[in-house]
């Protein structure tokens, strides 16, 4: 549950993504890249909210003129539904992927409500409540989806402490900046390279541990159909979690409503252990082929999913 994705900025292919220091002039790149950041989010914190959500809209249509990107998402999305109206997905995709990110800004501000954007009804917080009721916690696996980040503080919002599983950033002194609306909000961070135990820990402290399984990066991984043709890797701790401790599992979706906005629903994976990542990936798969507008297309070509680590 991250701003984009797992990590914030794609980590540079050098020294100090492997723990060795830094050149200097990487050093300075890292320190212009954290100066830039923070004058941005300056300038987002202060901007009147509709102000925001609009230039957020308008970044994404900048992001479609990106020929990678747009090329990218074209070839997404004609790999599983084909060339007609593959342009207008491509087309909301990027706008709401802009309109996503500006709202994420938006939880940054004390007076913002999640769940003025995403709604938890309670017949979708009783089951996760009902999940909680085994002293396991649970895990809550979902999809860069919709205002993902909203989950966790929708969730917090409710009176319920969650944790997020997050890939740190190359850079420690981005995470500060990228975590602040998350600690804010009383969601804890477990940073996954730092606290490789962190998962356990929340979990023994009964919180619902958020992690989005469909674009895995740099984590054991296990082929699985999803939207393409060709085996994706998804990530195989959640089945090895439910397998080892017996650790209920639900799947998050955002539904879009017709007048604006999200439902979150909340469906439990009572099935065997053996298996979860598949029907997970089902889950998602369903989810996004219903509404495709509100997935990252743009985010990885599908059939690169499919190298397994």
């Known amino acids: 549950m991250h701003l ?3 990590t914030v900025i794609a980590s540079p292919r050098s020294v100090a993504k492997r723990g060795a220091p830094w ?9 212009c890249l954290r100066g830039i950041l923070r004058g941005a989010c300056a300038v987002a914190d202060r901007l009147p909210a509709p102000l925001l959500v609009a230039a957020g809209r308008i970044l994404g249509r900048i992001a479609m003129l990106l020929p990678r990107l747009r090329h990218t ?16 997905v491509v087309h909301r ?22 769940s003025s954007w995403v ?41 319920i402490e969650p944790s997020v599983l997050v890939r740190e950033s190359y850079d420690p002194g981005l995470d500060a900046l990228v975590d602040r609306h998350r600690l804010a909000r009383g969601v804890a961070v477990v940073h996954r390279g730092r606290r490789p ?14 992690l989005l399984v469909d674009l895995a990066g740099r984590v054991e991984t296990a082929p699985v159909r999803f939207l393409g043709d060709g085996p994706t890797g998804f990530p195989t701790g959640p089945e090895r979690l439910r397998a080892r401790l017996g650790v209920p599992v639900l799947t998050a979706l955002l539904e879009p409503k017709p007048t604006g906005g999200f439902r979150l629903v909340f469906r439990r994976e009572d099935g065997p252990a053996e298996g979860l990542t ?11 082929r219903a509404f495709p507008e509100h997935w990252l297309w743009m985010a990885r070509p599908l059939a690169a999913t499919g190298a397994l680590r």
């Open 197 to 210: 135990t962190g998962v356990l820990g929340a979990l023994r402290r009964g919180h619902p541990v958020g």
């Open 278 to 288: 598949q029907r997970v990936a089902d889950e998602l798969a369903r989810h996004i």
């Open 4 to 6: 984009h994705g797992n």
């Open 119 to 159: 709604e938890l009804d309670g017949e979708n917080l009783q089951r996760l409540v009902t999940a909680l009721t085994s002293g396991h916690g649970a895990l809550v696996l979902s999809a860069h989806y919709g205002p993902f980040e909203h989950i966790a503080a929708v969730v917090a919002e409710h009176g």
């Open 23 to 31: 050149t200097r002039a990487q050093a300075l790149k890292n320190a």
């Open 73 to 88: 998402a074209m070839q997404n999305v004609e790999s599983v539904f084909g060339r007609v109206g593959a342009e207008e």
């Open 93 to 114: 995709c990027f706008i709401n992927a802009g309109e996503t990110l500006a709202r994420t800004l938006l939880l940054r501000r004390a007076s913002a409500r999640a």
